[in-house]
Nanobody
């Protein structure tokens, strides 16, 4: 069984930075695309950034030039470096991985980590 374990959330002042990590744990799997999503109170979950196995990235417009997604394929880990944080970035952040395990392709989600941007 594959699990995604997130870390790195917390409380930060506007203009500050945080780095989120998400590691896939288990055996017998291969990961394709990975990404970060977020859900603010009362809002739908939205895509923040994605990255392919080859390193191609995609960002929602509101985080371009502030957030950077990266991955370490050897560690089965995806990162989200968040700079110049704004109060509107406050949300629960979830990582997602599309992977094959037991010959089945599926989407796996992390448990979520809270990011709060406030003075």
């Amino acid at each position: 069984q594959v699990q995604l374990v997130e870390s790195g959330g917390g409380l930060v002042q506007p203009g500050g930075s945080l780095r989120l990590s998400c590691a896939a744990r288990g055996t017998g799997f291969n990961i394709f695309d990975m990404g970060w999503y977020r859900q603010a109170p009362g809002k739908q979950r939205e895509l923040v950034a994605t990255i392919t196995t080859g390193g191609s990235t995609n960002y929602v417009n509101s985080v371009k030039d502030r957030f950077t997604i990266s991955r370490d394929n050897a560690k089965d880990t995806v990162y989200l470096q968040m700079n110049s944080l704004k109060p509107e970035d406050t949300a629960v952040y979830y990582c997602k991985a599309t992977l094959v395990s037991d010959r089945r392709v599926g989407d796996y989600w992390g448990q979520g980590t809270q990011v709060t941007v406030s003075s």
